[in-house]
């Protein structure tokens, strides 16, 4: 296991579970001190500590692990974290934000409050984030690494989840903009886009042998991927082994933006 962030503060959004439960452990497993923000379920925010704290001790590493609750949609709940952490910390090296949720409705029955909740979390939210991030790694005069848990679906239609498609299709903009205003102070802002991964929101085909079996047809890696997978992309992407890339998203998707249908010559 590499060392990667000895000495480095890192914010999660969205850490209870999940991706969001895995790169916490894996950002403490390289010497990380992790903020797991949560907004439901703390106990499960509690485990995922616990979780972190035992893989960063078997690799020989003393980390500290802070819980801080927050809904990320809600504009003060998102300024008072990023105060409780800096406070916490002392400093903030690493944003990631990885807080998503999605809920399938055809568009043409499409509930706005449903709409409104996707996008305040997802697109709205993950600003507010940033925006905080980037507040504080500017008052420091200091470099940082914000990391968007993007998707797929960046460039992939997703027919009955059109907010969350937007929400990830405006979060691609957002990465690039970002990126391309602070590049000159020291400041790296990227996205990761994970397929098809094992996590509990998507227990509905995990668990179903049938529904698992379509899904994974379609993946040319011909499989879904862990949570401890994209974990990894996220720490490569967020360290320094990075340090060269900002503004892109990195498809980690066992090939499903490849137009897996066209992997035979059915058009020529």
């Not at 894996?26 to 972190?52: C, D, H, L, T």
């Not at 002392?90 to 949720?101: A, E, K, P």
């Not at 409705?105 to 499409?110: A, F, G, I, V």
């Not at 490569?236 to 900002?246: E, L, Q, V």
Request: proline share 3%.
């Amino acid at each position: 296991m590499q060392t990667r962030f000895i000495g480095k503060n890192i914010l999660i959004t969205g850490a209870s579970s999940g991706i969001g439960e895995a790169i916490a452990i894996r950002f403490a497993q390289e010497g990380g001190n992790v903020a797991i923000n949560y907004n439901s379920g703390a106990e499960r925010a509690e485990a995922v500590a616990a979780k972190a704290q035992a893989a960063a001790k078997e690799a020989g590493q003393t980390v500290k692990t802070f819980l801080v609750k927050a809904d990320v949609a809600q504009e003060k709940d998102v300024i008072a974290m990023f105060a409780d952490t800096i406070k916490e910390f002392g400093t903030l090296d690493v944003l990631i934000n990885n807080s998503g949720i999605q809920k399938a409705s055809p568009s043409d029955e499409l509930d706005m409050a449903d709409y409104d909740r996707v996008i305040g979390v997802n697109l709205r939210g993950a600003l507010m984030c940033a925006r905080e991030a980037i507040r504080h790694f500017l008052s420091r005069k200091a470099s940082g690494s914000i990391v968007f848990n993007s998707s797929v679906h960046e460039i992939i239609p997703k027919p009955l989840y059109v907010p969350y498609s937007m929400s990830k299709g405006g979060m691609e903009n957002m990465t690039k903009t970002l990126a391309l205003e602070y590049a000159d102070r020291g400041i790296r802002v990227n996205a990761i886009g994970p397929g098809a991964i094992v996590t509990p929101i998507n227990m509905a085909w995990i668990n179903d042998p049938k529904a698992k079996g379509e899904v994974e047809s379609h993946i040319p890696m011909g499989r879904a991927g862990t949570s401890e997978e994209i974990a990894g992309v996220f720490a490569f992407m967020a360290s320094d082994d990075a340090s060269y890339i900002t503004g892109q998203t990195l498809f980690a998707c066992g090939g499903l933006t490849l137009y897996p249908e066209f992997r035979t010559a059915w058009s020529s």
